[in-house]
C-alpha cells in the first residue's frame, strides 16, 4: 500500500500540474461544434442540400446526416444557409487589421480570409507585416506584393518616368524576397502616380518572377474608360510574356462615356479565356467607384481648366463626385463637389484646382450604370471583391458580400446562391491557389458562414458607410467563433496564409 501510494502520487502530480499548466489541450482535443439542420451550399456551385456538419480541430470533421454525441456543442440551423467563409481577394485593410485584429466590418458580412496589397501598394517587408498580425487576427490574412511599393522602394520619389535597367533588376530582387515570403503574386495599380509611368516591359520583367514562383499577376489597370480596351490588351500581353494567369480587379467600366461597352470587355475576354489563357477578374457590387479625386483628369493637367471640365462632364457632373476624405479641409467630407462650390460660390473647376493643390482627397463617384454592372457579375469568370477593408468609407468596406447576397441574388435574381457562393469562396481560393479552404468538404479548415437567406442584406450606405449587415448570424474562422449573433466574439483565430 505504501509503495503504490509511492509509485502513484508522482504520476497523479505530474497530470495534475499538466492539466493546469494547459488547460485547454484536453478540452480542446474532445470539443466539436455539431450545426445541425442546415441548408448546405458546399461552394462548387452544386445545388443546396440539407444536412450537418461537424467542426473539430478547426477542420471540418465530418458533412452529412451526423448523430449528435457527448462533445457536441450543438448549434440548430434550420431555415439557415451553411457556406463556406468568403474569401476578399482585393482588400485594403492593411493598416486596418493591425488596429483592429477583430475585424468587426469584416467578419460582419462573413469573410473569413482577407487578401492585402492590392491596386500596386502592399505592406513591405511582408514578412514583417505577417508577424505583426500573428496571432492577432479574427481572420486569415495573406498579401500580393505592390508594383508601386516596389517603385518606391528602388526610385524613392522620383517615380514620373521608366525605371532603368538597374532599378528594374534590384525591384526583381526585392519581389523574389516577397514571393519567398510568401506573397500570392504581384499586383500593380497603373492608374495611381506611383505606377503610372511604368512601361509594359517593366511589368512583364516583374511578373516574371512572380510567375517563376507560381504567383499571379493582379491589376487595376491604366484605364477604366475611354482607355479600358487597351488596358485589358496590356494586361493580357503581360500575362502570356510573362506566362502567368492574370486577374482583373474591380472590372468595371468606369465613367458614361462607355456605359454599355462591357459588351466588348466581355468578348475580348471570352475570346483569351478559349484561346487557352488564365484570364479572370473580380467586381464589387455598386455603381460609384472610389478612390483620389486626381483619377477624373487621366491627361494629369491638374490646372487645365478644359481638362477638368471634361473629367467631370465624364462622370455625369460635379454633383456625382463626393469628397470622402480631405486633410487640408475636413468641412468638405461627405459633401458632393457640386454643394460645396455653390456654398463657396465659386465654379467645381475651381474647386477641383483648389483640392488638388491642398492635398489632393478621396472621392467616391457614382458613374458607372447597372446593366454594365449586371453583365460583368453574370460571367462565371467574375468573382465578388470589395476594393474596401476596415474603415472603408465607400459602404462595400461594410456591405460586399452581404450586398450581392441579398440585392443581386434574392432581389434581382440575377444568380443563384449556389453561384454567388462559389464566386466568394471556391473561386478565389483556386485563383489564390488556397488547396485547404474555400470549400465545404470533410478535411478542410472550418472557415465557415451560416446566414438566414431571407433576411441576408447590406445596411451600409454612403452616408452611413460603416452599418453592419444583417441576417450574417454566425461565422467561424478555423473552427472558431468569430461573429455570433450580429456582434464580435472576440476571438482571434486568423492564420496567416502564404502561397
Ligand atoms: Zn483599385
Not at 14 to 34: C, G, K, M
Not at 422 to 429: G, T, V
Amino acid at each position: 500500500m505504501k509503495n503504490m501510494f509511492r509509485s502513484t502520487l508522482p504520476l497523479a502530480l505530474f497530470v495534475a500540474l499538466y492539466i493546469l499548466a494547459f488547460p485547454s489541450v484536453d478540452l480542446a482535443q474532445n470539443r466539436s461544434i455539431l450545426i445541425r439542420n442546415a441548408s448546405i451550399v458546399e461552394g462548387t456551385g452544386a445545388p443546396v442540400f440539407a444536412g450537418d456538419l461537424r467542426i473539430k480541430n478547426s477542420k471540418i470533421a465530418k458533412v452529412g446526416k451526423i448523430k449528435p454525441s457527448s462533445n457536441d456543442e450543438v448549434i440548430d440551423a434550420t431555415g439557415l444557409v451553411l457556406a463556406p467563409g468568403f474569401i476578399d481577394i482585393h482588400n485594403h485593410s492593411e493598416s486596418g487589421l493591425l488596429r483592429e485584429g477583430t475585424a468587426a466590418n469584416q467578419v460582419s458580412q462573413g469573410i473569413t480570409t482577407v487578401i492585402v496589397g492590392p491596386d500596386g501598394g502592399s505592406p513591405f517587408p511582408i514578412e514583417d507585416y505577417f508577424a505583426k498580425l500573428d496571432g492577432k487576427v479574427a481572420v486569415n490574412v495573406g498579401a500580393f506584393i505592390g508594383h508601386a511599393t516596389l517603385r518606391e522602394q528602388v526610385m524613392k520619389g522620383d517615380y514620373v518616368r521608366k525605371a532603368t535597367d538597374a532599378e528594374i533588376a534590384e525591384m526583381q530582387k526585392l519581389l523574389e524576397q516577397s514571393m519567398k515570403e510568401g506573397a500570392f503574386g504581384l499586383s500593380s495599380g497603373l492608374e495611381y502616380d506611383v505606377g503610372f509611368s511604368a512601361s509594359t516591359e517593366e511589368l512583364i520583367a516583374l511578373a516574371r518572377i512572380s510567375a517563376k514562383h507560381k504567383g499571379i499577376y493582379m491589376t487595376h489597370m491604366r484605364d477604366e474608360e475611354e482607355g479600358m480596351l487597351d488596358a485589358l490588351r496590356e494586361a493580357i500581353r503581360i500575362g502570356r510574356e510573362a506566362k502567368l494567369p492574370v486577374q482583373i480587379s474591380h472590372i468595371k467600366m468606369g465613367n458614361r462615356n462607355v456605359w454599355g461597352e462591357s459588351a466588348n470587355a466581355i468578348a475580348l475576354i471570352e475570346e483569351t479565356r478559349n484561346a487557352g489563357f488564365d484570364i479572370t477578374a473580380d467586381a464589387y457590387p455598386y455603381t460609384a467607384w472610389a478612390s483620389t479625386i486626381t483619377v477624373l483628369v487621366p491627361s494629369r493637367k491638374h490646372e487645365d481648366r478644359d481638362e477638368i471640365e471634361k473629367g467631370l462632364n465624364n462622370v455625369g457632373g460635379a454633383d456625382k463626385v463626393l469628397i470622402t476624405s480631405h486633410a487640408a479641409n475636413r468641412a468638405y467630407e461627405m459633401r458632393t463637389m457640386s454643394d460645396i462650390a455653390a456654398s463657396k460660390n465659386i465654379s467645381p473647376v475651381d474647386l477641383y484646382i483648389e483640392i488638388v493643390k491642398n492635398g489632393g482627397a478621396g472621392v467616391v463617384c457614382n458613374s458607372m450604370n447597372e446593366d454594365d454592372v449586371k453583365a460583368f457579375y453574370t460571367q462565371p469568370w467574375v468573382m465578388v471583391s470589395s476594393d474596401g477593408g476596415i474603415g472603408s468609407r465607400h459602404p462595400r468596406g461594410t456591405g460586399t458580400f452581404t450586398r450581392v447576397l441579398g440585392k443581386f441574388v434574392r432581389e434581382n435574381k440575377w444568380f443563384g446562391l449556389e453561384e454567388a457562393v462559389r464566386k466568394m469562396s471556391a473561386m478565389p481560393a483556386a485563383r489564390l491557389g488556397l488547396k485547404d479552404r474555400g470549400l465545404i468538404k470533410k478535411g478542410l479548415k472550418a472557415d465557415l458562414v451560416l446566414f438566414d437567406p431571407a433576411t441576408v442584406i447590406d445596411r451600409a450606405t454612403f452616408a452611413e458607410p460603416q452599418v453592419f449587415s444583417i441576417g450574417m448570424k454566425a461565422v467561424f474562422v478555423n473552427g472558431v467563433n468569430v461573429w455570433d449573433g450580429g456582434k464580435i466574439t472576440g476571438q482571434l483565430p486568423g492564420k496567416i496564409l502564404r502561397r
